[in-house]
T-cell receptor
């Protein structure tokens, strides 16, 4: 039983396309996150979201948009993909609303933009 | 600016002890995490420190000094499976996680 799952695990696409990555957590957590890990292995937070509040990292281009149909899902939609978007994208969840909660990560989605 | 510093790579021998250091500069501080990440896998939680001192959990221990902006992760009785990257992440006053780039630990027989 996977706690935090993401699909697809690998995604290869052309520049300019629009793509989505799905994330689901079955832990009953209130908060979900999206991270981007680049080739230098830095984990950069993109969004954090709970039922009441979406917090956006201002450095994230508006081509990236989170979509949450319900508390257990937080999908990431990317418009007009660029070469620099190639990275591993991790979804995570935590029990409460605070960053002091332990975060549980999904397996990651490796996005390659050609 | 906010910054996390940790060594890029360390090498140790199976059965030995290794200490991975992390220094942080953040606007405010609300605790520090250590995560383990095997190659091609997601990070997994190891420890959380918010008070000064050493917290021991099996073969792994984590230490924090808030006055020095310093933490370390201590791994004892190293096993080959401990080969991984170890990520340090500090929580600032806005409860944002500031991540380090990770320390790649290589264990040799």
């Amino acid at each position: 039983d996977t706690a935090v799952s993401q699909t697809p695990k690998y995604l290869v696409t052309q520049m300019g396309n629009d793509k989505s990555i799905k994330c689901e957590q079955n832990l009953g957590h209130d908060t979900m996150y999206w991270y981007k890990q680049d080739s230098k292995k830095f984990l950069k937070i993109m969004f954090s979201y709970n039922n009441k509040e979406l917090i956006i990292n201002e450095t994230v281009p508006n081509r990236f948009s989170p979509k949450s149909p319900d508390k257990a899902h937080l999908n990431l939609h990317i418009n007009s993909l660029e070469l620099g978007d190639s990275a591993v994208y991790f979804c995570a969840s935590s029990p409460g609303q605070g960053e002091t909660d332990t975060q549980y990560f999904g397996p990651g989605t490796r996005l390659t933009v050609l | 600016g906010q910054n996390i510093d940790q060594p890029t790579e360390m090498t140790a021998t199976e059965g030995a002890i290794v200490q991975i250091n992390c220094t942080y500069q953040t606007s405010g501080f609300n605790g520090l995490f250590w995560y383990q990440q095997h190659a091609g896998e997601a990070p997994t939680f190891l420890s959380y420190n918010v008070l000064d001192g050493l917290e021991e959990k099996g073969r792994f221990s984590s230490f924090l000094s808030r006055s020095k902006g310093y933490s370390y992760l201590l791994l004892k009785e190293l096993q080959m499976k401990d080969s991984a990257s170890y990520l340090c992440a500090a929580i600032d006053s806005n409860y944002q996680l500031i991540w380090g780039a990770g320390t790649k630990l290589i264990i040799k027989p």
